[in-house]
T-cell receptor, first 117, second 111 residues
Framework: DGGITQSPKYLFRKEGQNVTLSCEQN?????MYWYRQDPGQGLRLIYYSQIVNDFQKGDIAEGYSVSREKKESFPLTVTSAQKNPTAFYLC????????????????FGQGTRLTVV | DAKTTQPTSMDCAEGRAANLPCNHS???????VYWYRQIHSQGPQYIIH???NNETNEMASLIITEDRKSSTLILPHATLRDTAVYYCIVRDVSGNTPLVFGKGTRLSVIA
């Protein structure tokens, strides 16, 4: 079945360490997104990419980095520069117009809960 | 910033219709209205979307006002499993803009 997979589900990091969150999709979607969610809050956009080897900053990109070397993969690195990294991270993908049928909705992974210890 | 406003929370009795409102007064002619929901600690799930006509699928109905400045998501027979946060989003039909989420409405379905 097609879908979008995030791993790991739970991640613990020592303060000052970089950590990379994985996001893989087999939906053949061009666009991929990373969001951060804090308790009781909505989703805030970190980075997004509409094509391989290209990506744009979202509203809260500071302290994060991404790469898009393959269409299927969009890993997010939480760097030591991120002052408050403990959060729930969600990855999503969508087709671009003309790429698929009338389905334009976003598909989300199940999230990675990062805790800094 | 999100272009939509929604009530923070709502309650609904099990078996009754849940009507969730959304204001999007600055929506442009080439923007769709999308609805997603998020059950606790899971990724959001797509529900429905529309441009100007009312839409219905197996999950819900979407009613968009004639001026397109507001919409209502209707869950016809709410169940306890419909308890979730519901997000209303507007997005350009070109798909060239990212999905921007607001804080959504927390719907509690009560037995």
């Amino acid at each position: 079945d097609g879908g979008i997979t995030q791993s790991p589900k739970y991640l613990f990091r020592k303060e000052g360490q970089n950590v990379t969150l994985s996001c893989e999709q087999n939906l053949n979607h061009d666009a991929m997104y990373w969001y951060r969610q804090d308790p009781g809050q909505g989703l805030r956009l970190i980075y997004y990419s509409q094509i391989v080897n290209d990506f744009q900053k979202g509203d809260i990109a500071e302290g994060y980095s991404v790469s898009r070397e393959k269409k299927e993969s969009f890993p997010l690195t939480v760097t030591s520069a991120q002052k408050n990294p403990t959060a729930f991270y969600l990855c999503a993908s969508t087709p671009l117009p003309g790429q698929a049928s009338s389905n334009t909705e976003a598909f989300f992974g199940q999230g990675t809960r990062l805790t800094v210890v | 910033d999100a272009k939509t406003t929604q009530p923070t929370s709502m309650d609904c009795a099990e078996g009754r219709a849940a009507n969730l409102p959304c204001n999007h007064s600055t929506i442009s002619g080439n923007e769709y209205v999308y609805w997603y929901r998020q059950i606790h600690s899971q990724g959001p799930q797509y529900i429905i979307h529309g441009l100007k006509n009312n839409e219905t699928n197996e999950m819900a109905s979407l009613i968009i006002t004639e001026d397109r400045k507001s919409s209502t998501l209707i869950l016809p027979h709410a169940t306890l499993r419909d308890t979730a946060v519901y997000y209303c989003i507007v997005r350009d039909v070109s798909g060239n803009t990212p999905l921007v989420f607001g804080k959504g409405t927390r719907l509690s379905v009560i037995a």
